[in-house]
């Protein structure tokens, strides 16, 4: 695997060869098993295979969110050496940000719900840095997890509202033995937090109950719920645990929405 250490280094390697055959996998790092089910399918399905990791700034409402955002990038290496991917592209903010963050792309209508209610400039984040990768990689197909259902909708939007010449490839959600999404933000949980965060979905998942019933019960458990809420055929929520946000969604049978 080729590590490109910034994003002219990258410009410089593949400047010759033909992207017709690129896949890309943006993520924030600390990896696991769910990002390795998005890299698996790019390697699968293309002759090279472009993850980046970048803990976009722009998209963090809240500094010590962004501070306390874990970094693993020597295993990171390991594991996507393992999987065979073939670039690893680590971009520096002022290479991605030439007139800081002045000119963006942003949505007015879905990125203004669910995790964009309370942090308004999150998706202007998420959607201006996911153009930037999409542009500076050339990627054909570029794949995301519906674990971040809204971002992979408000990203399927822009690719096609703007005519971009790339392919959104939306993957189901991993999880763990127990049904807890896996998430690099797990890693902050202490066990007594894992065992509660692991009702998260069973709850969610529940259609028996409303999703204001949902939120009533994950209080009582000990989580403060930003939203839990019905819309697109699915049941989203976002709650946190101490300092630990978490995000789950499901598909769900009934169309009604909140
Ligand atoms: P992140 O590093 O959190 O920005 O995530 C990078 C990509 O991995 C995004 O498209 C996420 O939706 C996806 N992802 C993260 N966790 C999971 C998971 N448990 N299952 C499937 N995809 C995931």
């Given at each position: 695997m080729k590590v490109h250490e910034s994003v002219a280094q990258w410009m410089a390697a593949s400047?010759?060869?033909?992207?017709?055959g690129r896949g890309l996998v943006p993520t924030m790092g600390a990896l696991h098993e769910g990002h390795g089910s998005l890299i698996r399918r790019c390697v699968q399905e293309n002759t090279q295979s472009v993850v980046t990791i970048y803990v976009n700034?722009?998209?963090?409402?809240?500094p010590e969110d962004l501070s306390s955002y874990p970094d693993s990038l020597q295993d990171d290496i390991r594991y996507l050496e393992s999987l065979g991917v073939s670039d690893l592209v680590l971009p520096q903010y002022k290479e991605l940000y030439p007139f800081d963050f002045t000119i963006f792309v942003d949505e007015?209508?879905?990125?203004?719900?669910?995790?964009?209610?309370?942090?308004?400039?999150h998706f202007k984040g998420v959607l201006s840095v996911v153009m930037k990768l999409i542009n500076l990689t050339q990627a054909r197909r570029v794949y995301f997890g519906k674990k971040d259902y809204q971002q992979y909708r408000l990203v399927s939007k822009m690719v096609e509202a703007f005519f971009m010449p790339t392919t959104v490839v939306g993957l189901e959600t991993i999880r763990d033995g127990d049904g807890l999404a896996l998430s690099?933000?797990?890693?902050?949980?202490?066990d007594e937090e894992l065992a509660t965060a692991r009702q998260l979905n069973v709850l969610l998942g529940n259609?028996?109950?409303s999703t204001g019933e949902v939120a009533l019960q994950l209080e009582k458990l000990g989580f403060r719920v930003e939203y839990c809420e019905q819309r697109w055929s699915r049941r989203f929520v976002a709650a946190h645990l101490g300092t630990v946000r978490l995000i789950d969604n499901v598909e769900v049978t009934s169309a009604a929405e909140d």
């Open positions: 400047k010759d060869s033909d992207p017709r700034p722009t998209q963090f409402e809240n007015s209508l879905d990125s203004r719900v669910l995790c964009g209610k309370n942090r308004t400039g690099s933000r797990n890693r902050r949980l202490s259609e028996e109950l």
